[in-house]
C-alpha cells in the first residue's frame, strides 16, 4: 500500500513506467523493489549503475531508483522487512554481548546480499556459528546443486580473519534412493537395478492418477500397516481439488499445505460488495451480490423475495430507493455507505469499514457462521483467523500512511490488492494424515512412501519465466557495478534440486505419475 501511494506520488516523473497504475505494474515494481532492496543497493547506485548503457535501460532504472526514493521517505521512520533486517545487522555490529550465544543456519539453499551482512555481523561477534549448506560428489548431476553458499561463507571468513572448520556430513541411502541420487537430471543416465523402490506410471488423465493414488493408499494402510503420516504426496495447485475430493470419498486422513487468502472468504467479500454498491451507484449486480452475501442478515425467504422484486422491478440506481419500503436493513446500509463519498483519508475509510462491522453487528455473524461449520472443519478453523486477520491489517495500514489522502476508487483497487496478499493457512485435523504438498512451495521431511503425482515437463520441476521488470539479461549486463540476485535462471536451478531432494526423501518406496 505504501508502495502505491510511493508510485501515485512520483509518477509524474517517470520516463519508462507508464503513469496509469494498474495493478499489475505496482506488482511487478513490488518484486523488483523487493530483489533491489534486499540486495543492498541504493537509489544512488542504481541509478549510477546504468549511465554508460542505452536509454531504455537507464529510463527503468531512473524510475525504480525514484520510487524506492519516495517508498524509504513515506515509511518516515517505520521499518519494512528490508530495514528491519538492516537494523538487526547494525545492533549486531554495535558490540551486543554475544559471546555466550549459538548460531545455527539450515536449509537455506541461498542467502541475500544482506542475509550475507547478518552472517558476517554475527561471525564475528558470537560463540559459535553453524551453518548447513549442500555439496555435490555426483558429477553426473552437480551442476543443480548451488555451491554458492559454501563459497560465500568461506570467502567472509577469509576476508574476516575468522577460523572456521569445515565439515562433510554424509546421508546414508537405501540402494534404490543412491539410483535416484546418482541420476535424477544427469547429463548421462547409468542403467542399474531398481532395488523395488521407483515406480513411474503413465496416466490418460489428472482424476485417473489421483484415484491412483488414492487406491495405493488405502492398500497400504490396510494391507501393510502402514500409518496415513508415513505418505507424502508431493504435487502442484492444480491437483489439490481433484485430491480433495477423492481422498474425501476414500476417507483417506490428509492434510493439504495450501494457504487461501483474506480476500477468497465471504467475510472479506461482504466489505468489498459493500463498497461495490457505492463506488458502481447501486447497480443491479452490486446489489444483488451484496444482498446475496451471507452477511447481509435477513431470512432467506426474504432474500429470494428481494431477488425476484429486483428483476420484475429492474431495480438499480436511482431505482434502488424501492427496495427501502421492501427491506428497511438495505435503507439502513442505503444510508449509511452514502457516507464514504465523503471520506478524504485512507484512516477515515478504514475507521468507516470498521464502523460498519460494528453496526451491523458482522462480528456476532461471524461467530455464527463459524459454529454451523462445525461439520467442516478445515473452513471453520479458516474463519476463526479472519477477523484477527483484518484488524491487524487494517491498523497497519492506518499507522503506515492513514493521513494520505485518496479516492475511494483508488483506495477499494488497493486496499483489496493488499488483502489478496494476506494469507490463512489450514490447520492439520490429524496428527496421522497424508501430507498433500506443493512440490516447489512445501517442505517435506523424509518418510516412508512418496508419491509424486503430475511429473510432466514443465510443471515438474515448476519453470519460472524471466517476465520481470529486471531480466536475467538485464542483471549479466551490469554486473560488473552491482549484484542483483537471484536471477531467474538461479531459481530455476532451485527448482530443480527441490525436486531432487525430495524424490530422495522417499526411504522405502517412490511413486511417481504422470499424464499423456
Known amino acids: 500500500f505504501v508502495l502505491y501511494r510511493a508510485m501515485q506520488k512520483c509518477k509524474d516523473q517517470f520516463l519508462c513506467f507508464s503513469k496509469n497504475l494498474s495493478q499489475g505494474l505496482c506488482q511487478k515494481v513490488q518484486n523488483s523493489l523487493s530483489l533491489i532492496r534486499s540486495s543492498n543497493i541504493s537509489s544512488n547506485e542504481l541509478e549510477l549503475s546504468v549511465q554508460d548503457f542505452e536509454i531504455g535501460l537507464k529510463n527503468k532504472f531512473h524510475d525504480l531508483a525514484l520510487i524506492n526514493e519516495k517508498y524509504d521517505e513515506m515509511l518516515n521512520s517505520k521499518l519494512d522487512g528490508t530495514n528491519t533486517l538492516k537494523l538487526f545487522t547494525t545492533i549486531i555490529d554495535n558490540n551486543v554481548n554475544l559471546k555466550n550465544t549459538n548460531f545455527y543456519f539450515c536449509g537455506f539453499d541461498a542467502f541475500t546480499k544482506q542475509g550475507y551482512e547478518i552472517i558476517k555481523a554475527i561471525s564475528k561477534n558470537c560463540k ?62 547409468s542403467k542399474g537395478e531398481n532395488y523395488n523402490y521407483s515406480y513411474v506410471y503413465e496416466m490418460p488423465t489428472k482424476q485417473d492418477e489421483v484415484d491412483f493414488v488414492a487406491k495405493q493408499i488405502c492398500y497400504l494402510v490396510k494391507n501393510k500397516n502402514v500409518k496415513y ?21 476414500f476417507e483417506i486422513s490428509y492434510y493439504i499445505d495450501l494457504s487461501t487468502t483474506l480476500y477468497e472468504t465471504q467475510f472479506c467479500n461482504y466489505i468489498k460488495y459493500a463498497l461495490d454498491l457505492v463506488i458502481q451507484n447501486y447497480d443491479k ?192 549486463k551490469l554486473s560488473n557495478k552491482i549484484n542483483i540476485a537471484p536471477t531467474v535462471k538461479i531459481i530455476n536451478k532451485r527448482n530443480k534440486f527441490k525436486v531432487f531432494d525430495i524424490l530422495t526423501n522417499a526411504q522405502e518406496k517412490l511413486y511417481i505419475t504422470y499424464r499423456i
Open 285 to 476: 449486480e452490486s446489489i444483488l451480490n451484496f444482498i446475496t452475501n451471507p452477511f447481509f442478515e435477513v431470512e432467506e425467504n426474504e432474500k429470494c423475495d428481494l431477488i425476484n422484486f429486483i428483476y420484475e422491478n429492474n431495480i438499480e440506481y436511482k431505482k434502488c430507493e424501492k427496495l427501502f419500503e421492501k427491506c428497511e436493513k438495505f435503507k439502513e446500509y442505503y444510508d449509511f455507505l452514502n457516507n464514504f463519498n465523503n471520506l478524504k483519508t485512507i484512516k477515515e475509510m478504514i475507521d468507516g469499514i470498521t464502523q460498519m462491522l460494528s453496526n451491523f453487528k458482522i462480528n456476532e455473524k461471524l461467530n455464527s457462521l463459524i459454529e454451523e461449520m462445525s461439520d467442516n472443519l478445515l473452513t471453520q478453523k479458516l474463519y476463526i483467523q479472519v477477523w484477527d486477520k483484518l484488524e491487524n491489517i487494517n491498523n497497519k495500514i492506518k499507522d503506515s500512511i492513514g493521513d494520505e489522502e485518496i479516492s475511494l476508487t483508488d483506495f477499494y483497487d488497493f486496499y483489496f490488492a493488499v488483502v489478496k496478499d494476506i494469507k490463512i493457512s489450514q490447520v492439520p485435523l490429524s496428527v496421522d494424515s497424508v501430507y498433500v504438498g506443493d512440490i516447489s512451495s512445501s517442505f517435506f521431511e523424509k518418510t516412508k512412501y512418496v508419491f509424486v503425482v503430475g511429473a510432466n515437463q514443465d510443471v515438474v520441476p515448476s519453470v519460472t519465466k524471466d517476465l520481470g521488470l529486471i531480466p536475467d539479461k538485464d542483471i549479466e
Open 229 to 249: 503420516s508415513d505418505i507424502c504426496v508431493a504435487t502442484n495447485e492444480d491437483y489439490f481439488n481433484e485430491i480433495e475430493n477423492t481422498f474425501s470419498s
Open 128 to 189: 559459535n556459528l553453524v551453518i548447513g549448506a549442500f555439496k555435490s560428489k555426483v558429477k553426473n548431476n552437480s551442476y543443480i546443486f548451488d555451491e554458492e553458499v559454501t563459497k560465500t561463507i568461506k570467502q567472509i571468513f577469509e576476508d574476516e580473519k575468522i577460523e572456521y572448520v569445515e565439515e562433510e556430513c554424509n546421508t546414508v541411502f537405501n540402494l534404490g534412493q543412491k539410483q535416484i541420487f546418482e541420476n535424477v537430471f544427469g547429463c548421462k543416465i
